[in-house]
């Protein structure tokens, strides 16, 4: 019996000493550089299964992963692993338009050759990659002698989480939706079976550990929801339209989006983080110098508002040149076209804005409203011009649209009204991209699913909506909430940038708030929304009221300093529910944005972020009258350094702003 024992323990010495070498036989494993972030591979009984670990806990306990296929079945079962391919990057990248300039992509990734036993034999291979913010996984399908093509009716990519973890996420009922909603809170433990959860889901574990779940690089492929079946939550991919078999149809080679985890035991750092952008592929449009992004007009929102005046209102030249004085006046660099009174500026015979008729022609306008006039009248005030459009009529005109569109000078539009990420959609929105690249021409989509990181590869997609955001004050009985505020910026806006419908300057106490269409009320106090300029990344921001509402305001100075794409971005304060704080980077100004939720509050604000030397700091603040009246606020101008800590008092609802100019 000695010689037996004592094999046992030299085999238990090999296990305690060397785990990689014992687990290498069955197990692949890759770790993010700083070593935090631990990802487990194995096949258990020819299946395969993952595992993900942050600073040693288990946040993903084995999860299967596999596929349905509607020809060749099931790929998943009897599998075996070919030789895997380590490597690393170390690389930086410019982002032309967004959070950070200069972008460090840092991470590990292993290749998973996975072939099966089958007579078949079709390869899939399974690309992991870890950072020290996130890991991410897709599946390649490489082009192969006995497979050319699939149909695929399931993903069958499951995240089995550690525990009972809590989560924000928006509910759907159905794939058909606008990605637009009130966040739900619970443990998962309360989250029903089968419930469609959109993404970024975000999930906090025991000793404040995050994981946001979402996709990055979505390009030729169903988005990606949530459901939770037997305990645990699975993929589950937006249909083809018109029945609910059917998810992806591709030809070989292809891939899937990338299914990501942002983790980290501090939540400003998936705030912070580039792993969306580091997943998708280089700018395919050489020339970016045409791409101008900045702040515009929308007044749609404030309800087509014009002053007293001797013209009569409506889709013309002298409603569009109220709108252009002003924001050549305020350094508002767009105004936009919209139409009037829920009438498009182009020809059709649509009962409103949203529902689509049998006729449109968006290469031509109306006839009370000259599109070149506009837009030469704009140019000559240093104003750009860009255009509201329902998708349904822009899309059957693409190429020629977009031809009349730069002839007229039209720099970019919002296409609205898409409602869906089924893979014809998701097709459908990378040509526009694409063919509005080609006639220098930005992209905003409205009522869209959330952003993949696509910004990088085509710069110009501007921003997404797929919020719930204050356009709901016209009809939403309580408003949008600061509350609400909260939940997207630890959420949706992970994602990326974000429409908003920022600027409503007629703030009132929450029992006061009423509803209305023209000249909206908001729930929050202005220096809260002054502070969403900052804390939302949004390249093109909306400075949505009217003329008047703004003239002579307290704050009003402010949105025409902000800037809307950065060098740099910190979060410096946060806690999830509670209160934010960013601090964004121009050249060698920082502007500084925190918002609060219902609490009076006073947080610490440490300087320490700031380089050597001394800064002149503008801050805007709630003050003693605002608890009455939530649009005062007090403005205080004073020199400060790294060493400086800013206190910073704030009402519910409220919100600070600091300007740091360079000396």
């Known amino acids: 019996m000695k010689p037996i024992k004592r094999t046992v323990s030299l085999l238990l010495f090999i296990l305690y000493c060397c785990p990689y070498c014992a687990l290498a036989q069955v197990h692949t494993i890759l770790k993010s550089p700083d070593g935090n972030v631990v990802f487990s591979f194995k096949l258990k009984d020819h299946k395969p299964f993952y595992q993900v670990a942050y600073k040693g806990k288990i946040l993903i306990s084995d999860s299967e992963l596999g596929f349905v296929f509607k020809e060749g079945g099931a790929f998943g079962p009897e599998l075996k692993r070919s030789k895997v391919v380590f490597s690393k990057m170390d690389s930086y990248y410019e982002l032309p338009i967004g959070k950070t300039k ?148 591709a030809v070989l080679p292809h891939q899937t989006p990338w299914r990501v985890m942002m983790i980290s035991d501090r939540i400003g750092a998936l705030i912070e983080s580039n792993i969306l952008t580091s997943l998708n592929e280089p700018s395919k449009i050489r020339d970016v110098s045409w791409l101008k992004p900045g702040k515009t007009s929308f007044h749609w929102w404030n309800g087509d508002v014009v002053p007293d005046t001797n013209f009569a209102p409506g889709a013309n030249f002298e409603t569009n040149k109220y709108y252009i004085d002003f924001c050549a006046k305020n350094n508002i660099e767009y105004h936009s076209v919209i139409g009037y009174g829920g009438f498009a500026w182009y020809p059709n015979d649509w009962i409103n804005y949203a529902v689509k008729g049998k006729y449109s022609d968006v290469t031509r306008t109306i006839a009370s409203l000259d599109m070149k006039r506009i837009c030469d009248y704009a140019q000559s005030k240093g104003v750009n011009i860009h255009v509201w459009v329902n998708w349904m009529a822009l899309y059957p005109q693409l190429e020629a649209a977009f031809t009349q569109f730069e002839k007229w000078g039209i720099k970019g539009m919002m296409v609205d009204f898409l409602d869906r990420d089924d893979q014809e959609m998701v097709r459908i929105q990378e040509e526009i991209l694409q063919r509005a690249a080609a006639h220098k021409l930005f992209i905003q989509f409205h009522g869209a699913y959330k952003p993949t990181g696509l910004n990088r590869t085509y710069p110009n997609e501007f921003t997404r909506e797929g919020t719930y955001n204050y356009e709901q004050n016209k009809w939403l009985p309580q408003g949008v909430t600061p509350e609400h505020d909260l939940d997207i ?98 050249g060698n100004d920082w502007y500084v944005g925190t918002i609060n939720n219902n609490t009076v509050r006073e947080l610490k604000i440490p300087l320490d972020f700031l380089p050597s030397g001394t800064f002149n700091a503008e801050l805007y603040a709630d003050g003693p009258e605002t608890a009455k009246n939530p649009n005062a606020l007090i403005k205080t101008s004073k020199a400060v350094s790294k060493t400086d800590v800013v206190i910073v008092k704030m009402e519910p609802g409220g919100g600070q702003v600091m300007r740091l100019l360079k000396q």
Not at 119 to 127: A, E, L, T
């Open 489 to 586: 910026a630890f959420t949706r806006l992970l994602a990326g940038a974000a429409d908003y419908h920022l600027g409503g300057f007629r703030a009132v106490k929450p029992e006061q708030f009423k509803t209305h269409y023209v000249k909206p009320m908001m729930a929050g106090t202005r220096c809260h929304m002054l502070a969403m300029y900052v804390v939302l990344e949004s390249y093109l921001a909306m400075v949505a009221d009217y003329p008047e509402a703004y003239e002579g305001e307290p704050g009003f100075n402010f949105l025409g300093q902000v800037p809307t794409v950065w060098d740099e971005t910190k979060v410096l304060n946060a806690e999830v529910g509670g209160f934010l704080t960013v601090a964004r980077r121009k």
């Open 102 to 249: 200069t972008v460090h992509d840092l991470h590990s990734q292993v290749l998973i050759p996975l072939i099966e036993n089958k007579s078949d034999r079709r390869q899939i291979n399974m690309v992991v990659r870890a950072f020290n913010d996130g890991l991410a996984f897709r599946f390649e399908f490489p082009k192969q002698k006995n497979w050319d093509a699939y149909t695929m009716t399931d993903e069958n990519s499951s995240f089995n989480l550690a525990g009972n973890p809590g989560v924000r996420t928006l509910i759907f009922d159905n794939y058909n939706n606008n990605h637009e909603g009130l966040y739900q809170k619970m443990p998962i433990s309360d989250l029903k079976e089968g419930q469609l959860m959109d993404m970024p889901a975000l999930f906090e574990f025991p000793g404040k550990q995050y994981m946001a779940i979402t996709e990055a690089s979505l390009r030729d492929y169903a988005g990606m929801y949530l459901s939770k079946k037997n305990g645990v939550l699975k993929s589950q991919l937006s249909p083809l339209q018109g029945q609910q078999e059917l998810k992806v149809k």
